[in-house]
């Protein structure tokens, strides 16, 4: 059993900053990749950025230069820096993990944390 608990969200007006993060809990597995999505209403859920084990990032283009994805692999956690935030970045956002676990990967999901940047 396989559970990512997420903390940071909140309301910050535009310009501001947030962290994100999301630790991996449970017994038998390995995390193969770490990565962010967000959904904001009316609009479908989109990824915001990933990471590997071995450190290789992805970004989406309307966050490049803005945002930093990073992991902590000892202690199974991801964390998403957002800087110059903008109304537009208002979203549900949500951790996901790819894991192996004992003998097969699965995709894990966090409960979501509202980001709310206000104008």
């Known amino acids: 059993q396989v559970q990512l608990v997420e903390s940071g969200g909140g309301l910050v007006q535009a310009g501001g900053s947030l962290r994100l993060s ?7 597995f390995r995390i193969n990749a770490m990565g962010w999505f967000r959904q904001a209403p009316g609009k479908q859920r989109e990824l915001v950025a990933a990471i590997s084990r071995a450190g290789n990032t992805n970004y989406a283009d309307s ?4 945002f930093t994805i990073s ?3 000892a202690k199974n956690t991801v964390y998403l820096q957002m800087n110059s935030l903008k109304p537009e ?4 956002y949500y951790c996901n993990a790819n894991m192996w676990v ?5 995709d894990y999901w966090g409960q979501g ?3 709310t940047v206000s104008s």
């Open 22 to 28: 999301c630790a991996a809990s449970g017994t038998s």
């Open 63 to 66: 966050v490049k230069g803005r």
């Open 71 to 73: 992991i902590d692999s």
């Open 89 to 92: 970045d208002t979203a549900v």
């Open 102 to 106: 004992v003998g097969a990967t699965y």
């Open 113 to 115: 944390t509202q980001v």
